[in-house]
């Protein structure tokens, strides 16, 4: 355990010093969505002379908790495993591979579609009125507010899938929800995306729909002799 655990922190500080010497590189990295719309020379500002200090401190740390999470994933998965049959263990390590994927997925998504539609609509709403100047805060909590949540979006199969082994809901009963999901993923991509565009909110809901429709078919694919059979 406590071996596991050293491999952890040690992954914890070497993501960590990673993102504080490569610190420019991610911060330019991160604002790429925005393309040159945040201020008049097209970078984002800051107010007072800590706050680009406590941005950095704050990535440094989320750098740190990116690169521990698969290791601690493993390392957790390495623990329990001498407890689990090679069935289990087979199922389990594939569990956390599509997490791992998904998530990533959902990120990527953001990255390249979503932020940019989002923030191409909000920095061109109003400009014949005012020039946006913004915060580089407000920029990274938006940011990482929309990778942390589409990234827990694309988890959505994995989550019915696990929900149909579990036989907490079956292939069925999520057939029969199938006409609330249009209605649902647009309620929810209001939720999660910081404009109210059609366009931005479709950008959401549309993935979200068609997530599903791959959570009914793992759901179907987790037992298909039991529907078969009926």
């Known amino acids: 355990m406590r071996r596991r655990l050293l491999w952890v922190f040690i992954a914890l500080g070497v993501g960590a010093s990673l993102t504080w010497v490569f610190r420019t590189e991610i911060f330019l990295f991160l604002l790429a969505p925005a393309g040159d719309r945040l201020s008049v020379d097209g970078k984002a500002i800051f107010l007072s002379p800590t706050e680009m200090f406590s941005l950095t401190v704050g990535l440094t740390i989320k750098g740190g ?20 049959s090679r069935k289990k263990r087979r199922t389990v390590l594939l569990f ?21 539609a989002s923030l191409r609509f909000l920095l061109s709403f109003g ?8 915060r580089m805060t407000e920029y990274m909590d938006l940011a990482m507010a ?20 579990l036989r907490v809901v079956s292939y069925k009963g999520f057939a029969k929800a199938r006409p609330y999901v249009p ?6 991509s209001a ?10 909110q479709a950008l ?20 298909p002799k039991e529907y078969s059979q009926e």
């Open 146 to 165: 929309m990778f942390f949540w589409l990234g827990i979006v694309f988890e959505l199969p994995l989550a019915m899938l696990l929900l149909a082994v």
């Open 191 to 200: 939720i999660i995306t910081p404009t109210f565009d059609i366009i931005t």
């Open 127 to 134: 400009t014949d009125i005012a020039t946006p100047m913004i």
């Open 204 to 223: 959401v809901a549309v993935p979200l729909i068609a997530l599903y429709e791959v959570g009914v078919f793992l759901a179907w694919l987790a037992r």
């Open 65 to 84: 908790l990116l690169a521990a999470t698969p290791v601690l994933a493993y390392n957790g998965y390495a623990l329990f495993r001498p407890f689990l």
């Open 96 to 116: 956390l591979v599509m997490a791992f994927v998904l998530y990533s997925a959902g990120v990527a998504f953001t990255y390249f579609a979503l932020l940019p």
């Open 183 to 188: 209605a649902t993923a647009f309620i929810l």
